[in-house]
C-alpha cells in the first residue's frame, strides 16, 4: 500500500514540476509528513526525514530539467557558478538548523512557507528589475540566503532564487533555467546534511540513510522522472496560469492541514 501511495506522490510531483514549473517539494514535504505520521515513525524526526527525503529526490529530477534548459541556452551558467558557493555554504548550514528544531517548529515554519508561496501565485507578485546581479560578496549572501531557507524547505529553491534572478534584471525563461541549474547543489548539499545529521539518531525506521527514507526515495524518483516529462507538455495544452490558481489553493489547503497538526 505504502509504496504505491509514494508512487502516486511522486508521479503527482513530477507532473505538477513539470508543468508548472514548481517545485515538487512543495508537494513532497507536506504528503510524506502526513505518511510517514499514519506509519507511526516516531514523532520527533518525521519532517526532518521528509525535507531530506524530499531533497534527496531533487538531486535526481533536477537534471533532466536543467540539461532541457541548456538545451534552449537557458541556463546562465556564469551566474550558477558564482553563487553555488553561497548555496552550498547556507544549503549545509539550513541542515544542520533543522536537526536542531523540532517537529512542531519545521511544521509552523513550512506552514508559513505555503502560505507565501500559495500567496504569490494566486495574485501573481513579481519583483521589478532593478539591478545588476552583485559582485561576488553579493552573490554568496544571497546565495547563502536561498541555501538556508531551502533546506529548511526540502525545496530546490526556484521559489527563491527566480524572483532574485528578475530583480537582477535577468530575462524570466533565464531566471527559470538557471533556478533550475541551482536546485542541484542545493540538492546534493542538503541532502548531504541531512544524512550526516541523521546517523546517529536513534530510533528511526528501517531503510533509512541519515535523515533519507530510501523506500519512499526511490518510489518517488522512478515515478516522477516518468511524469515529469508529460506535464511539460501539458503546459503548452492546458492554461497554465488558472491551473496556477488552482495549485495555490491546494497549498492552502496543505499549509491549513500542517498547521492545524499542531493543535
Keep these: 500500500m505504502w509504496l504505491t501511495s509514494y508512487m502516486i506522490l511522486g508521479a503527482v510531483a513530477g507532473l505538477l514540476a ?135 524547505a526540502g525545496i530546490g529553491g526556484g521559489t527563491l532564487s527566480v524572483p532574485f534572478l528578475v530583480w537582477c534584471n535577468t530575462v524570466m525563461q533565464q531566471a527559470i533555467g538557471t533556478s533550475a541549474a541551482i536546485g542541484f547543489p542545493i540538492a546534493i548539499a542538503g541532502a548531504s546534511g541531512f544524512v550526516l545529521n541523521g546517523l546517529n539518531v536513534p530510533d528511526l525506521p528501517n531503510h533509512c540513510l541519515g535523515f533519507i527514507h530510501l523506500v519512499s526515495l526511490a518510489c518517488i524518483v522512478a515515478a516522477s522522472v516518468l511524469t515529469a516529462p508529460l506535464g511539460a507538455r501539458l503546459a503548452h495544452r492546458l492554461p497554465v496560469n488558472k491551473l496556477k490558481k488552482i495549485f495555490a489553493c491546494l497549498l492552502y489547503i496543505l499549509a491549513t492541514r500542517m498547521a492545524l497538526s499542531l493543535l
Design 18 to 152: 513539470g508543468m508548472l514549473g514548481i517545485g515538487g517539494g512543495l508537494v513532497i514535504v507536506p504528503i510524506l509528513t502526513f505518511m510517514f505520521a499514519a506509519q507511526g515513525f516516531p514523532h520527533d524526526h518525521i519532517v526532518h526525514m521528509a525535507l531530506g527525503t524530499s531533497l534527496a529526490s531533487i538531486i535526481f529530477t533536477s537534471l533532466s530539467s536543467v540539461l532541457a534548459h541548456h538545451r534552449r541556452s537557458a541556463v546562465l551558467w556564469p551566474v550558477v557558478f558564482r553563487i553555488t558557493p553561497g548555496i552550498l555554504a547556507g544549503s549545509l548550514l539550513g541542515t544542520f538548523i533543522a536537526a536542531r528544531l523540532s517537529t512542531n517548529v519545521l511544521k509552523g515554519f513550512f506552514s508559513i512557507f505555503l502560505y507565501f508561496v500559495a500567496t504569490q501565485m494566486l495574485i501573481g507578485i513579481k519583483p521589478k528589475p532593478s539591478r545588476s546581479t552583485p559582485q561576488t560578496p553579493g552573490m554568496f549572501a544571497a546565495g547563502s540566503f536561498i541555501g538556508i531557507f531551502s533546506s529548511l
